[in-house]
């Protein structure tokens, strides 16, 4: 199965510091959220992320699914 582009939606902003730590995604900031996109590989990278949100302590929104026609060079 090829990767899937994921659309992360976190409350607030999120530090500098933090953002090391969600490098492989691209951020954007749509306040009072901020908005990641990126691919992920399978099922286990999801929760990976979600994973790594809560421990960051952050509040996570919302994880949507991107369709297909999305996917691909600069969708994100």
Do not use: C, K, N, W
């Not at 306040?31 to 929760?47: F, K, M, N, R, Y």
């Amino acid at each position: 199965m090829p990767e899937a582009t994921y659309q992360v939606r976190v409350s607030g902003v999120i530090p500098e510091e933090l953002l090391a730590e969600l490098r492989d995604l691209t951020v954007s900031v749509e306040p009072p959220e901020t908005v990641l996109h990126g691919s992920l590989p399978d099922q286990s990278a999801v929760v990976g992320l979600i994973s790594r949100i809560h421990g960051l302590g952050l509040r996570l929104i919302e994880v949507r699914r991107l369709p297909a026609s999305s996917d691909g060079p600069g969708a994100f």
